[in-house]
């Protein structure tokens, strides 16, 4: 294990070009720490990040908010800008984690991890979030709808680390909202299901519809099929057994410790028809 | 004197005083226990990791022992270290120490143990459920007075389940043993709950080989909750080997992994309770109960818990007719011991829901069911025992009063009627018998001791510790108060085998009830053959008599005699009495019970500091609704846990409001009140649960995958 504190992005940026080994970022610590503990990470280069300016802050350009990475949970939740354009985002992380975790947690560490169960994600999905992920070679955008490629698997070049989240000023405006994380208690808890919505609904038809789930896949992701059914639909039209045919091939939850997969199923159902307001 | 400031409040809060981990020597070494993996094996072949040096590690394996192999318990079957075959997950083989605790560690987990796998038994019903696992010695207590079962009573038959419960103790299990080579002693500091039963353990461990053992605890013991009453026995055994060789003081401080993986745990128990009631007057006419714990690879204290839960498991009921027979149950799993309650939550989880699920049965309302049964004067427990007072009558009708009950009982029906979520409010009941079982109060033979300075400072020397429950304030309460001596001129020495006498273990809700009383006594008799006015007058007045040390044991009544053999007489001289009002709110899309609110009303006589006692109860309380709602340890096809990721404790925003009343406290005597908080959250909160939704669960804790299953089931 090799631990390097780069002193700015271009350092750091330099450093990933010619790393041999995998690369790790430390920035609050909250993952990476518990994966060394346990040993799933035995090996690799290590860089301190935390101090690189240029990956940090809160930032409204245009009709775009750009949410560096290394922006904490308490960040976003203290946020002026957050508050008045993505108050649905921001509602989503109240119950994130325990007040030390939330201080110490970054977005772009939560993302990077890429665990199956991170907490940001699906509201981020549903609100069509883009990443900025850059390297010597510059900056690219990617949607975080194709992010994602397997469990803990993603886009990320070995060279790039994600520089920040890029939000739509308008990405959730005029949406009703939904986000419920379903844990073993009320906070500090590794969700069994989430699931984040945004609807549009008029004239009992649903004008438009978002969904995204997290715990219920190798990752977060849109719920695809599902939206395209009910896109444009009349409420008094849809088909419980049809909502529940295409998400049986949508999700694939599982069975641990924590949970069965015929609960998380089936709690991820009675979630979605009750955002639908259909009686179940 | 009321809510004084705790002694130890000041030093924990500044940092001042030393919890186990915090105590240093120059040339103190690190220890660890390298335990089994397998459940039950050979032990073939140990592989120590080659890139280490050897010679720089001590190692003790069960050769090694100069004393006897096996570990001081009311059955003594368990041993230090393994010999061969291995009976259990978390089993110690070898102990070992080195100077670097990292060192330490990552040789440690480069060792490999081959084994020779033989069949285990980790799964809780497979143990419980096959009467073939069945050990040690069977209890029953006959009350059988009637053959004949008439035709028009009710039959109600069920078998209920309980868990695991991790003690979660905020510190975790740590010894440090220092071997005086020269004068033949071991000194251990320990965080611990008994210190006389550690003594013993070490004493077992080295035998002929030292001149004496002396057991100190560490200032601050972070929390014990009956998890520091045997285990640290195991540990101070092997930490005190290590040292013994190696001749260096040896710390051990587990890891919260191994700590949560290899130490005593609540029993798991299956309960089966079949009963028969008649109809007419609402009488549960005779009572049959199958109690079984399942005690893990080892007897040890588990015959303990074993009495005390079937001596509490047929609730606070005048039953005419009762049968409880109880028995242990071997598994390989570590062998499970003391957590609040001993064996009595288990018991009241079992027949609080019965009772309520006599009641749907019977289509009556379970307060009218309680009525009929409740303990009235006259009465008798199973053991015969006659009830004198109907203080746990007080209890339920000032908890039904103080929750507005029957007000919330008829308009939730109507809010379940339109909503999809539902709304429900449970009750339980019962009591705790305080101090040892039967006659243990007798064979402990407790003795104080108090020294009065010339400065009239009281001095209090008692073996049993202040965990963070506020013991050592609230005795010193006690003795002050009686004779009206200034709070601030006493103290209380830190238990220390080789000062303190031995006034027995801290567990049994017993250290304010016998051991406070007994300061009290003292006093008194002080008082009364001094004939002074004002202790520190007298002292200053005959102040060439002083110091003055004074002794006192515990004499049980000769009124109080309890057959051990048959079960009958006077098992609890004392009992403190409880009743728990529950109310929850069922969310249908993800099956979650939402505690809302919590009333707790409680006699535990006089309450002596009630600041420390609303702390006692909120705890126990807390402990006992996670019991029922979120707690448990081993999930069939996926195993144990391993930390508090899983393993659900509460965190403060899932915690109810919580009520607590204490009445009777005008009595004379302090009873106990350590564990009777814990008796009862968990089946109110399952009644709840019952009365929200109509569906029976009977096995604890309800989880939302439990009670989607159950649904799912029930369609």
Same mark, same amino acid.
């Given at each position: 294990?090799?631990?390097?504190?780069?002193?700015?992005?271009?350092?750091?940026?330099?450093?990933?070009?010619?790393?041999?080994?995998?690369?790790?970022?430390?920035?609050?610590?909250?993952?990476?720490?518990?994966?060394?503990?346990?040993?799933?990470?035995?090996?690799?280069?290590?860089?301190?990040?935390?101090?690189?300016?240029?990956?940090?802050?809160?930032?409204?350009?245009?009709?775009?908010?750009?949410?560096?990475?290394?922006?904490?949970?308490?960040?976003?939740?203290?946020?002026?800008?957050?508050?008045?354009?993505?108050?649905?985002?921001?509602?989503?992380?109240?119950?994130?984690?325990?007040?030390?975790?939330?201080?110490?947690?970054?977005?772009?560490?939560?993302?990077?991890?890429?665990?199956?169960?991170?907490?940001?994600?699906?509201?981020?999905?549903?609100?069509?979030?883009?990443?900025?992920?850059?390297?010597?070679?510059?900056?690219?955008?990617?949607?975080?709808?194709?992010?994602?490629?397997?469990?803990?698997?993603?886009?990320?070049?070995?060279?790039?680390?994600?520089?920040?989240?890029?939000?739509?000023?308008?990405?959730?405006?005029?949406?009703?909202?939904?986000?419920?994380?379903?844990?073993?208690?009320?906070?500090?808890?590794?969700?069994?299901?989430?699931?984040?919505?945004?609807?549009?609904?008029?004239?009992?038809?649903?004008?438009?519809?978002?969904?995204?789930?997290?715990?219920?896949?190798?990752?977060?992701?849109?719920?695809?099929?599902?939206?395209?059914?009910?896109?444009?639909?009349?409420?008094?039209?849809?088909?419980?057994?049809?909502?529940?045919?295409?998400?049986?091939?949508?999700?694939?939850?599982?069975?641990?410790?924590?949970?069965?997969?015929?609960?998380?199923?089936?709690?991820?159902?009675?979630?979605?028809?009750?955002?639908?307001?259909?009686?179940? | 004197?009321?809510?004084?400031?705790?002694?130890?409040?000041?030093?924990?809060?500044?940092?001042?005083?030393?919890?186990?981990?915090?105590?240093?020597?120059?040339?103190?070494?690190?220890?660890?226990?390298?335990?089994?993996?397998?459940?039950? &094996?050979?032990?073939?072949?140990?592989?120590?990791?080659?890139?280490?040096?050897?010679?720089?590690?001590?190692?003790?394996?069960?050769?090694?022992?100069?004393?006897?192999?096996?570990?001081?318990?009311?059955?003594?079957?368990?041993?230090?270290?393994?010999?061969?075959?291995?009976?259990?997950?978390?089993?110690?083989?070898?102990?070992?120490?080195?100077?670097?605790?990292?060192?330490?560690?990552?040789?440690?987990?480069?060792?490999?143990?081959?084994?020779?796998?033989?069949?285990?038994?980790?799964?809780?019903?497979?143990?419980?459920?096959?009467?073939?696992?069945?050990?040690?010695?069977?209890?029953?207590?006959?009350?059988?007075?009637?053959?004949?079962?008439?035709?028009?009573?009710?039959?109600?038959?069920?078998?209920?389940?309980?868990?695991?419960?991790?003690?979660?103790?905020?510190?975790?299990?740590?010894?440090?043993?220092?071997?005086?080579?020269?004068?033949?002693?071991?000194?251990?500091?320990?965080?611990?709950?008994?210190?006389?039963?550690?003594?013993?353990?070490?004493?077992?461990?080295?035998?002929?080989?030292?001149?004496?053992?002396?057991?100190?605890?560490?200032?601050?013991?972070?929390?014990?909750?009956?998890?520091?009453?045997?285990?640290?026995?195991?540990?101070?055994?092997?930490?005190?080997?290590?040292?013994?060789?190696? &001749?260096?003081?040896?710390?051990?401080?587990?890891?919260?992994?191994?700590?949560?993986?290899?130490?005593?745990?609540?029993?798991?128990?299956?309960?089966?309770?079949?009963?028969?009631?008649?109809?007419?007057?609402?009488?549960?006419?005779?009572?049959?109960?199958?109690?079984?714990?399942?005690?893990?690879?080892?007897?040890?204290?588990?015959?303990?818990?074993?009495?005390?839960?079937?001596?509490?498991?047929?609730?606070?009921?005048?039953?005419?007719?009762?049968?409880?027979?109880?028995?242990?149950?071997?598994?390989? !799993?570590?062998?499970?011991?003391?957590?609040?309650?001993?064996?009595?939550?288990?018991?009241?989880?079992?027949?609080?829901?019965?009772?309520?699920?006599?009641?749907?049965?019977?289509?009556?309302?379970?307060?009218?069911?309680?009525?009929?049964?409740?303990?009235?004067?006259?009465?008798?427990?199973?053991?015969?025992?006659?009830?004198?007072?109907?203080?746990?009558?007080?209890?339920?009708?000032?908890?039904?009063?103080?929750?507005?009950?029957?007000?919330?009982?008829?308009?939730?029906?109507?809010?379940?009627?339109?909503?999809?979520?539902?709304?429900?409010?449970?009750?339980?009941?019962?009591?705790?018998?305080?101090? $040892?079982?039967?006659?243990?109060?007798? !064979?402990?033979?407790?003795?104080?001791?108090?020294?009065?300075?010339?400065?009239?400072?009281?001095?209090?020397?008692?073996?049993?510790?202040?965990?963070?429950?506020?013991?050592?304030?609230?005795?010193?309460?006690? $003795?002050?108060?009686?004779?009206?001596?200034?709070?601030?001129?006493?103290?209380?020495?830190?238990?220390?085998?080789?000062?303190?006498?031995?006034?027995?273990?801290?567990?049994?809700?017993?250290?304010?009830?016998?051991?406070?009383?007994?300061?009290?006594?003292?006093?008194?008799?002080?008082?009364?053959?001094?004939?002074?006015?004002?202790?520190?007058?007298?002292?200053?007045?005959?102040?060439?008599?002083?110091?003055?040390?004074?002794?006192?044991?515990?004499?049980?009544?000769?009124?109080?005699?309890?057959?051990?053999?048959?079960?009958?007489?006077?098992?609890?001289?004392?009992?403190?009495?409880?009743?728990?009002?529950?109310?929850?709110?069922?969310?249908?899309?993800?099956?979650?019970?939402?505690?809302?609110?919590?009333?707790?009303?409680?006699?535990?006589?006089?309450?002596?500091?009630?600041?420390?006692?609303?702390?006692?109860?909120?705890?126990?309380?807390?402990?006992?609704?996670?019991?029922?709602?979120?707690?448990?340890?081993?999930?069939?096809?996926?195993?144990?846990?391993?930390?508090?990721?899983?393993?659900?404790?509460?965190?403060?925003?899932?915690?109810?409001?919580?009520?607590?009343?204490?009445?009777?406290?005008?009595?004379?005597?302090?009873?106990?009140?350590?564990?009777?908080?814990?008796?009862?959250?968990?089946?109110?909160?399952?009644?709840?649960?019952?009365?929200?939704?109509?569906?029976?669960?009977?096995?604890?804790?309800?989880?939302?995958?439990?009670?989607?299953?159950?649904?799912?089931?029930?369609?």
């Amino acid at each position: 294990m090799q631990f390097n504190k780069p002193k700015d992005l271009n350092e750091l940026l330099e450093n990933l070009s010619i790393s041999q080994k995998k690369n790790y970022f430390l920035a609050g610590g909250t993952d990476i720490n518990v994966q060394i503990k346990k040993e799933f990470i035995k090996d690799g280069n290590f860089y301190y990040i935390n101090e690189i300016d240029e990956l940090n802050g809160i930032k409204r350009k245009n009709e775009k908010v750009h949410v560096g990475a290394l922006t904490t949970y308490r960040e976003l939740l203290e946020s002026d800008t957050i508050s008045e354009h993505f108050p649905f985002l921001q509602r989503s992380l109240t119950n994130f984690a325990s007040p030390l975790l939330t201080t110490m947690a970054t977005i772009g560490g939560n993302i990077a991890n890429g665990s199956p169960t991170n907490d940001v994600t699906p509201p981020l999905l549903v609100l069509d979030a883009e990443l900025e992920l850059i390297s010597v070679a510059g900056i690219r955008n990617v949607s975080l709808t194709s992010f994602f490629t397997g469990y803990k698997k993603s886009l990320l070049k070995k060279d790039e680390i994600i520089k920040g989240v890029v939000l739509s000023i308008q990405a959730e405006n005029g949406y009703e909202t939904l986000y419920k994380k379903v844990g073993a208690r009320k906070t500090l808890t590794i969700a069994k299901v989430a699931l984040a919505g945004l609807k549009k609904i008029k004239e009992g038809k649903i004008d438009e519809i978002k969904l995204a789930v997290g715990s219920l896949n190798e990752y977060p992701r849109r719920l695809d099929k599902l939206e395209e059914y009910l896109n444009n639909i009349m409420i008094r039209d849809i088909n419980k057994n049809t909502i529940d045919e295409i998400l049986s091939k949508e999700i694939t939850p599982i069975s641990d410790l924590r949970s069965d997969k015929e609960y998380r199923y089936r709690v991820c159902l009675n979630l979605i028809l009750s955002f639908l307001g259909i009686n179940h | 004197m009321g809510s004084v400031r705790k002694f130890d409040s000041k030093p924990k809060i500044n940092g001042s005083w030393k919890f186990l981990d915090d105590y240093q020597s120059e040339d103190m070494i690190y220890g660890n226990i390298i335990y089994s993996k397998c459940h039950h &094996g050979i032990i073939k072949d140990i592989h120590f990791p080659n890139d280490f040096n050897i010679s720089e590690f001590t190692f003790v394996y069960a050769k090694d022992i100069p004393g006897e192999n096996i570990v001081p318990e009311p059955v003594s079957d368990q041993l230090f270290l393994a010999v061969n075959e291995v009976f259990h997950y978390g089993q110690p083989i070898i102990g070992v120490a080195h100077p670097n605790k990292v060192t330490l560690t990552n040789f440690i987990k480069k060792i490999k143990i081959d084994y020779e796998e033989l069949p285990a038994i980790i799964d809780i019903k497979e143990c419980l459920d096959n009467e073939k696992n069945h050990f040690g010695r069977e209890i029953t207590i006959d009350h059988r007075t009637r053959d004949e079962i008439q035709n028009s009573w009710i039959r109600h038959h069920n078998v209920y389940y309980m868990p695991h419960q991790e003690q979660a103790y905020l510190e975790p299990q740590g010894v440090i043993a220092e071997y005086d080579k020269q004068d033949g002693i071991i000194f251990v500091r320990i965080t611990a709950q008994c210190p006389y039963y550690v003594k013993s353990g070490v004493e077992s461990m080295m035998g002929s080989a030292v001149n004496d053992v002396v057991i100190e605890t560490s200032e601050g013991i972070g929390g014990a909750f009956g998890g520091k009453e045997d285990f640290p026995s195991l540990l101070a055994g092997i930490c005190s080997l290590l040292s013994y060789k190696s &001749g260096k003081p040896v710390k051990i401080v587990l890891d919260r992994e191994d700590d949560i993986k290899i130490t005593t745990k609540r029993h798991p128990a299956r309960i089966e309770i079949e009963s028969y009631t008649d109809p007419a007057t609402k009488k549960i006419e005779k009572i049959d109960i199958d109690y079984r714990l399942d005690a893990g690879a080892y007897q040890t204290l588990s015959p303990v818990v074993l009495a005390r839960g079937v001596l509490h498991t047929a609730g606070g009921y005048g039953f005419p007719d009762s049968f409880i027979r109880g028995r242990l149950f071997r598994s390989n !799993t570590p062998p499970n011991g003391a957590f609040r309650g001993f064996g009595a939550p288990q018991g009241f989880a079992a027949m609080e829901a019965h009772i309520d699920g006599i009641a749907a049965e019977m289509d009556i309302t379970t307060i009218e069911l309680r009525k009929a049964n409740i303990f009235n004067n006259g009465d008798e427990f199973p053991t015969t025992q006659k009830v004198t007072e109907e203080n746990l009558i007080d209890c339920f009708n000032k908890v039904l009063e103080i929750s507005d009950y029957q007000k919330k009982l008829k308009s939730y029906a109507q809010w379940n009627k339109n909503h999809k979520d539902k709304k429900g409010i449970g009750v339980s009941l019962g009591f705790h018998g305080g101090g $040892f079982t039967g006659n243990g109060e007798k !064979t402990l033979n407790s003795e104080i001791k108090v020294v009065l300075e010339k400065n009239a400072e009281v001095k209090i020397f008692v073996a049993n510790t202040d965990m963070g429950q506020g013991a050592h304030t609230t005795l010193a309460q006690m $003795f002050c108060e009686a004779i009206d001596h200034p709070f601030e001129k006493t103290k209380v020495q830190l238990p220390n085998t080789s000062k303190t006498p031995n006034s027995g273990p801290t567990v049994a809700s017993r250290t304010i009830y016998i051991i406070g009383n007994l300061l009290k006594q003292l006093a008194l008799e002080l008082k009364k053959k001094y004939k002074f006015d004002k202790l520190e007058s007298y002292i200053i007045e005959h102040n060439s008599e002083f110091p003055l040390e004074l002794r006192k044991n515990y004499i049980q009544p000769t009124s109080v005699f309890f057959d051990e053999e048959s079960y009958r007489g006077i098992a609890y001289k004392d009992y403190s009495w409880a009743a728990c009002v529950n109310e929850i709110y069922f969310h249908a899309d993800t099956y979650q019970i939402e505690l809302i609110e919590s009333w707790n009303v409680l006699d535990i006589g006089r309450v002596v500091n009630e600041q420390i006692a609303l702390g006692q109860a909120e705890g126990g309380i807390l402990q006992g609704l996670a019991y029922g709602l979120s707690e448990f340890f081993y999930k069939p096809g996926f195993g144990r846990m391993s930390g508090f990721t899983d393993y659900t404790l509460p965190t403060t925003l899932d915690i109810p409001k919580i009520v607590i009343e204490f009445i009777h406290t005008d009595s004379v005597t302090a009873k106990g009140l350590g564990e009777i908080p814990m008796d009862f959250p968990a089946p109110a909160l399952r009644n709840a649960f019952l009365n929200a939704t109509g569906i029976i669960i009977d096995e604890y804790p309800l989880t939302p995958e439990v009670i989607y299953k159950t649904i799912k089931e029930q369609k």
